[in-house]
């Protein structure tokens, strides 16, 4: 009986553990989606884009770069793949809704997630992305370089992590023929697209994520 109720105790303890780490010990947690359908009358392609603050910033810039072209959707968030929390607002937003593009972009929140925490949702997330449409075009937009704030000449002490996740991203979508937008390669090499905080990219970096993701729908 003594050793039954050390095990249920170990068991409550590494669930309190995990449920603490899922949410990633960050501040602030956000959430913003906009879901916008073709109409018969247009009769255009419907593009959803997924991640986080880049993607919220470039969204209006691919939005006007394919006006006319397309009709573009964003689900952005700072939940990282791992989250609890997640898959079910994922799940829950793309009830009901059909893509014919979809772009994805999640790697840089849960820095608690070790890499190949990390990569333990890759499978899972791209089955959950394509499972109303198994014939959508699927990209994934890899994680950008992180430099130190206010000395952009130095990666900050994440960036290794960052290089081991999207080496993970990268032997997945080969093994699934999945394209992927090079916005680490885009990055590393260019201080010049950074903001002071070695995080977000500038209005040039902006610009460069929003063509590539253009030029596939194009």
């Not at 691919?62 to 994922?90: E, R, Y």
């Not at 290089?163 to 590393?188: A, M």
Request: glycine share 6%; proline share 4%.
């Amino acid at each position: 009986m003594k050793n039954t109720i050390c095990f249920l105790l170990l068991l409550a303890s590494m669930a309190v553990k995990a449920q603490t780490k899922s949410y990633n010990n960050e501040s602030i947690s956000w959430n913003h989606s906009w879901i916008v359908k073709s109409t018969p009358a247009q009769n255009l392609p419907n593009v959803l884009l997924i991640g986080d603050s880049h993607v919220e910033r470039y969204y209006p810039v691919v939005n006007n770069l394919l006006k006319d072209i397309a009709v573009v959707s964003k689900i952005t968030t700072s939940l990282s793949m791992g989250d609890v929390t997640f898959m079910p607002q994922l799940e829950g937003l793309l009830a009901g809704h059909k893509f014919d593009y979809i772009f994805f972009n999640n790697g840089l929140h849960g820095v608690l997630f070790t890499p190949s925490e990390y990569a333990a949702d890759i499978s899972k997330v791209y089955k959950l992305l394509t499972k109303n449409n198994p014939s959508v075009k699927f990209v994934w937009a890899n994680t950008t370089a992180r430099r130190v704030p206010n000395k952009l000449d130095s990666f900050d002490a994440y960036h290794t992590d960052v290089i081991e996740r999207n080496k993970y991203v990268s032997d997945f979508c080969n093994k699934k023929g999945i394209p992927v937008l090079d916005f680490f390669g885009l990055t590393v090499n260019d201080k010049s697209l950074f903001t002071g905080d070695g995080i977000h990219v500038n209005e040039l970096g902006v610009a460069a994520q929003a063509k590539l993701i253009a030029e596939v729908v194009k």
